[in-house]
């Protein structure tokens, strides 16, 4: 099954009303509101990502970068595969799309997320997918001061010489740093 690797760097009205009902169903909750979402793309901190399977979008993501040249890391903020396209590898193919084009086009060193840290099923599972997919969990937990749930940090390192020299903290302040600059206004 092939997949069509998309990025773009600019807001699409018309590509947003095809991806959002994929965000919505992936983010019931938590989910940024589109404004901000608009707004991260216009002020050049984000890109949206999207997987077209015959055509049809069948994955998306919202990435961001955080740290210096020598410690560059990719921050997935959403990454999303459409309910009736989970189980065949898609989520994977996707993330390797999403590895090459940020190590290609900005020379990543890791790819980093955070994962609801709540011990539900779902949160499980989702732990799961991104331990297949090589990530490694950190023990910090986080809790945002405007959200009800718990974050832990995963990162997958993609050189040999990165390292999480803590435990997981540090991850959360290049996360929380990103966070600040998508919810931050423009200065007009």
Known sequence: MTLEFMTYDEWDDALWARLEPLYREAFPHGAKPVNILHAMLDKKIAWLHTGYQDGTIAAMAVTGLSGSTAERMLIIDYMAVDAAQRGRGLGRQFLESLCNWAVKEHHIHAVLIEVEADNTE???????????????????????????????????????????????????????????????????
Not at 130 to 155: D, K, N
């Open 122 to 188: 779902e949160n499980a599972a989702r732990v799961r997918f991104w331990e297949h997919c090589g990530f490694i969990g950190t023990s910090y937990v986080h809790q945002y001061i405007w959200l009800p749930e718990p974050y832990r940090a995963m990162v997958l390192p993609l050189s040999r010489d990165f390292a999480v020299s803590d435990d997981g903290q540090a991850l959360f302040r290049h996360i929380t740093s990103f966070h600040m600059k998508s919810f931050r206004k423009s200065r007009g």
